[in-house]
């Protein structure tokens, strides 16, 4: 389990230093639970990496689950400040799955879960976050020790809140301090060259009918119940608050 684990987040952190495309779904219910998906599609890291593994065919297909990582750290954890350990909660129960096969080329992980309101929802989001945040760091140590240029992979991501109440959703990114000038433009430059190509499609579907959408490439669907939007990867990374979003519904 540790192993296929460790795949996994090995994959993850792939996902994050190269050219990919993100899915995020949340489904809500009439009482404001649901269930989040985050799906990632590597075929481009499995393109990059071909050459590399040779003629060795290898296929993963493996499930994994957070409370792995989380185990026998309830010490530790009980030590953290109370918001700290919430993220951690929210995280217990996400599953994880990996899809890995060499000879066709696919590369594809997803993680998903359950929450009771848009509070939990929060905590599970950006508790993903703070988790992918601590690998990244260690990503972006071995690029340095490769000689390859910091990308600012390991900077704090911005925080993001939900809301639902029945009549109003509303995603709200936080604004993140700006660099500075000569060294934002040379990590956007790295970015843009990584990332180029790369989409982060939201889908949200609700119980009730969609009456508008803040953003105005936003589709609504024939049943007016689900709204997605596409994103451009780099945009986001350049101006996080381009992916605030409210829906009013009728």
């Known amino acids: 389990m540790k192993t296929r684990l460790l795949l996994a987040l090995g994959a993850f952190v792939g996902f994050l230093t190269t050219s990919c495309n993100i899915n995020e779904t949340i489904t809500f219910s009439e009482d404001g639970s649901g269930v989040m998906k985050l799906e990632m599609d590597g075929e481009q890291l499995m393109a990059m990496a071909g050459g590399q593994m040779g003629d060795k065919k290898e296929r993963i297909d493996s499930t994994f689950n957070f409370r792995e990582v989380f185990k026998g ?20 129960n996400l599953e994880g799955h990996l899809l890995m096969d060499s000879e066709s080329g696919e590369l594809k992980i997803t993680f998903d879960n359950k929450f009771k309101n848009a509070s939990e929802l929060v905590n599970m989001m950006n ?32 925080a993001i809140t939900y809301s639902y109440d029945g009549k109003k959703f509303k995603k ?9 000038e000569e060294e934002e433009n040379e990590i956007m430059a790295q970015l843009y060259q990584a990332f180029e190509g790369s989409t982060y499609t939201v889908n949200y579907k609700f119980p009730k009918k969609i009456k508008s959408v803040s953003n105005k490439a936003g589709k609504i669907s024939d049943d007016k119940k689900t709204v997605t939007v596409v994103y451009q990867l780099v945009d986001y990374m350049d101006n996080p608050k381009s992916m605030d979003l409210e829906v009013v519904f009728e």
């Open 73 to 92: 750290k309830a010490d530790s954890i009980a030590k953290l400040p109370k918001a700290e350990q919430d993220r951690i909660k929210a995280l217990q």
């Open 172 to 180: 709200t990114v936080a604004e993140v301090p700006p660099k500075e």
């Open 127 to 158: 508790g993903t976050s703070e988790f992918k945040k601590g690998f990244l760091k260690g990503a972006a140590q071995g690029m340095q020790e490769e000689g390859m240029p910091d990308m600012g992979l390991d900077d704090a991501e911005p």
